[in-house]
């Protein structure tokens, strides 16, 4: 089954969305209820960034600027977002109450008003997805209904070369899934004038990581401190006789905890044979990451950076999600990639036995 997008209107939304290049950025912002320091960030990777910061006086503020390319933004006080938009080069006016977001109102920005629409349409097609896997009541028209809603996705991302909003798309709700030469396609498939998008170029970089570290190619070295502050290299667990588990995980991450039991119990069997756990957290302080090792009994070798997402191991393997893993084996070749539940079990067992 196919979804078509409908409503959209492809053509006019593709002209209009065009980066201009040509004049900057004005920001006006007219929001009661809003008072003192405003920032201006950007979402450019994984973690915002701000790039300016105001005073709000009676709910009025200005930003000014210029990008190159639209980007996905937001208007946020010290604590949280306002309003979330595309800040482009063009006379932007946000409008509304900061006590009731929903009636927030951002114009002038056309990337915007055409993100808008898809999710507007986005989020009808899922509520009539998920009503539909509800009725059925069953794991596998879950999966259909999510199969679908991806496939709508990868149909909207395709209609709109032109458009940074269906880069953002790309990078933001669907690259996680697709595998890496899904992904090269994809970003080929955007016009020239979109290519230098932050968001093509994180998708870019992604699979090439995915492409390097796949399944069959040798694994490559990374190193990051251990508890103790000292250099863990995986080329140091690595060889004869083991085989090494990749684990990228976070203490605040609840799948990874649910998954820990397994990992567990599979060390407990298969570490007298020849398996070992190389474990990258994704945490953010030191003592948040001691005490999910110690919460859950992860009695094997664990390093981290303490740079959540941005975390140099997690690049170099493409991780865009966790739990993530890595099986290698005793000549350093990958073997097999996100192993969870009884995926792990099996296939220990096969290669210890």
């Known amino acids: 089954m196919k979804i078509v997008i409908l409503g959209i209107g492809a053509v006019a939304l593709m002209a209009a969305c065009t980066p201009k290049t040509e004049t900057g950025y004005t920001v006006q912002g007219n929001l ?9 960030t950007v979402y450019e990777g994984k973690l915002p960034t701000r790039i300016d910061s105001t005073e709000a006086v009676n709910g009025a503020f200005t930003f000014k ?3 190159d390319l639209p980007i996905y933004a937001a208007v946020e006080y010290a ?12 006379p932007i006016v946000i409008e509304g109450d900061v006590n009731q977001p ?14 808008l629409s898809y999710r507007a349409e986005m989020d009808s097609v899922t509520k009539v997805l998920y009503i539909d896997s509800l009725a059925q009541g069953n794991r596998q028209a879950e999966d259909s209904m ?13 209609a709109h070369p032109l458009s940074v909003a269906a880069a953002y798309v790309l990078y933001r709700e669907v690259s996680y899934y697709l595998p890496y030469e899904q992904l090269f396609l994809a970003v080929a498939g955007f016009d020239p004038s979109v290519q230098n998008s932050v968001y093509l170029q994180l998708v870019s970089s992604m699979a090439e990581a995915l492409k390097n570290t796949a399944v069959g190619q040798k694994y490559t070295d990374i190193s990051a401190p251990n508890a103790e502050g000292d250099t863990v290299a995986l080329s140091s667990v690595v060889g004869p006789g083991k085989y ?12 990874c905890r649910a998954e820990s039991p397994v990992m567990v119990a599979a060390y407990a069997k298969y570490a007298p044979k020849g398996f070992e756990i190389y474990a990258v957290s994704l945490d953010k302080t030191k ?10 009994k992860l009695n094997w070798i664990h390093v981290s950076d303490l740079q959540f997402w941005t975390s140099a191991a997690a690049d170099t393997y493409g991780v865009r999600s966790i739990p993530s893993n890595v099986l290698i084996g005793p000549d350093g070749t990958i073997l097999a990639r996100n192993l969870m539940g009884e995926q792990l079990e099996a296939t220990l067992a096969e290669y210890l036995k």
């Open 244 to 255: 090494v588990l990749l684990d990228f995980w976070a203490s605040w991450c609840p799948p």
């Open 65 to 67: 600027g210029t990008r």
């Open 102 to 115: 929903n009636q927030i109102v951002v114009n002038g920005s056309p990337t915007t008003s055409q993100y």
């Open 287 to 296: 003592e948040a990451w001691l005490k999910g090792i110690q919460d859950l």
């Open 146 to 158: 999510m199969r679908l809603v991806n496939a709508y996705k990868m149909d909207y991302i395709q």
């Open 32 to 40: 009661a209820g809003l008072t003192g320091k405003v920032y201006l």
């Open 79 to 90: 604590e949280a977002p306002v309003v979330r938009f595309f800040l482009e080069n063009a």
